[in-house]
């Protein structure tokens, strides 16, 4: 009788698919060759262990010091740069391809015209296009182009994230209340001011959030592009590894994770102020 | 005359009709309640009077215009002077109640103007005379998630207040009310639309405070228009006719049918 009276009829279901997940990630493990019993193997990890301790301690003699600083400015300079250079095209990007901002939309209950679908479709190919190339092949591209240097992963970063932002804004805007904009394009207002009125208090948080997120991937991103030759700390940690200077990459990888926090802790701040 | 359909038919996307063939003249400065049992097609009728539904057949004249025969932009110039106040207002609950309020303009304002006041509010004065008159003008600096329903109403209400369109259309505008604040709010929106020759269509669950502050009252039932009378001359048979519902009417509901559907998740 108690057995009955705690039944859960969704118990079932959840562990069936739990089961199901477990069995479709077994081809993914099977073809990505992984092979973790190499790590196991005694010499592997006497030559893992070999290079991570020489990464004590962290390099931190004055001229090594000035070097990190200005290739952490560098970095942070790209990553910014690159970002204010893909929210100019991906803001107005995004508001062209989000269905939130359709006319039509308001007044057949949600669903926009064929025909303003079919417009939106060049912008949203174009967005795929943007991002379908990872920002590594652009920043090769570009290093060609207009030589070593900062520049090329500037343009490599605002090319890549303004198809990335644009593809997600325009989902955000999509997937709050629409039932605001729609009452204030009913009342005659316009499309961009019902936007700014009736969806953007809504998204305000999800945008910052996200954007800070991308932000914190664009330093990440430009740390991997100076490997290629874009400057700032990959180009660094390119020359730090060539020359076996453990101390030297510990102390760039320490950089990193302080960015990282840095990042996060500015997340937080924007969001707990817009909430 | 301010509106008029002909021959007016609402499907929804799922295959309900709202509206049969409707025909409905109302002119300037009238007070009309519009009364029915609920899924009668009270909000589709207001929907379609206000622009925001385009029906399926059917002619729609607003203020003289013929609204779906406009462009775009001249519409949107149309509905600036018609006003509809939403049965759950339509307020993003992160805005504040002042911003809320000054956005009944944005159809009238440049743009301009419209994005310096969403930084500052161009004018609070006005926005807080349009609360007052609902009681609420000690709100003014409030974000909306922190009023009540009741609350959020009156705000969607001061916004078309502040809109000030010369034709006022309100769905169900007191439902989240209790009876005194009701009738109070009633009176508000009767007296504006007197004050300023602003024709006024409400739909109304509650018949007495129908009867009570509206002159006509326009009864529907499955999309279709039952009576359409001066409120003095609605009587008890027609109402009960209005709410006949064969199957409320039929033995009361037998209690042992538990059948709790649980949702997976």
Known sequence: ?275 | MTLQLTQVSVTHANGVQALRGLDLRIGANEQVAIIGPSGAGKSSLLNVLATALRPRQGEVQVLGERAWELSARQRQRLRARVGLIHQSPPLPLRQRVVTAVLAGKLGQWSIGKSLLNLVHPLDVPGARAALSRLDLGDKVFAQCQQLSGGQLQRVGIARVLYQAPEVLLADEPVSAMDPVLAGHTLSVLCRHAREHNVTLVASLHAVELALEHFSRIIGLRDGQILFDLPAEEVDREQLDALYANEQLQSAPPPASTLSVQIPRC
């Open chain 1, 1 to 275: 009788m108690l057995k009955r009276d705690t039944r859960d009829p969704a118990a079932r279901p959840r562990l069936l698919l739990g089961l199901l997940a477990l069995v479709l990630l077994w081809p993914g493990i099977h073809f990505s060759e992984l092979n973790l019993s190499v790590l196991m193997a005694s010499d592997s990890q006497r030559e893992m262990g070999r290079f991570v301790s020489a990464f004590w301690p962290p390099a931190h003699d004055a001229e090594f010091l000035e070097l990190l600083g200005q290739a952490t400015l560098q970095t942070l300079a790209i990553a910014t740069a690159g970002m204010t250079l893909a929210l100019m095209l991906a803001v107005p990007a995004s508001l062209v391809a989000s269905r939130a901002l359709s006319l039509s939309a308001a007044s057949h209950a949600g669903r926009p015209e064929y025909l303003s679908r079919l417009l939106r479709w060049p912008v949203r190919g174009l967005l795929i296009f943007l991002r379908s190339i990872p920002e590594i092949v652009w920043a090769l591209l570009f290093v060609r182009a207009v030589g070593l240097g900062p520049t090329a992963g500037v343009l490599a970063i605002a090319i890549t994230y303004s198809g990335m932002l644009g593809k997600v804004y325009a989902e955000i805007y999509e997937s709050v209340d629409q039932r605001p904009a729609h009452a204030l394009l009913q009342s005659g207002s316009g499309r961009l001011a019902a936007f700014c009125y009736g969806i953007l208090p809504n998204v305000a948080a999800e945008l910052v959030s996200y954007t800070v997120y991308r932000w914190e991937c664009a330093i990440r991103a430009s740390v991997v592009m100076g490997f290629v030759g874009a400057g700032g700390l990959g180009q660094q940690m390119d020359l730090s590894l060539r020359m076996f200077a453990g101390g030297e990459v510990a102390s760039l990888l320490l950089t990193f994770l302080a960015l990282v926090l840095f990042a996060d802790q500015l997340s937080r701040l924007l969001r707990w102020r817009l909430a």
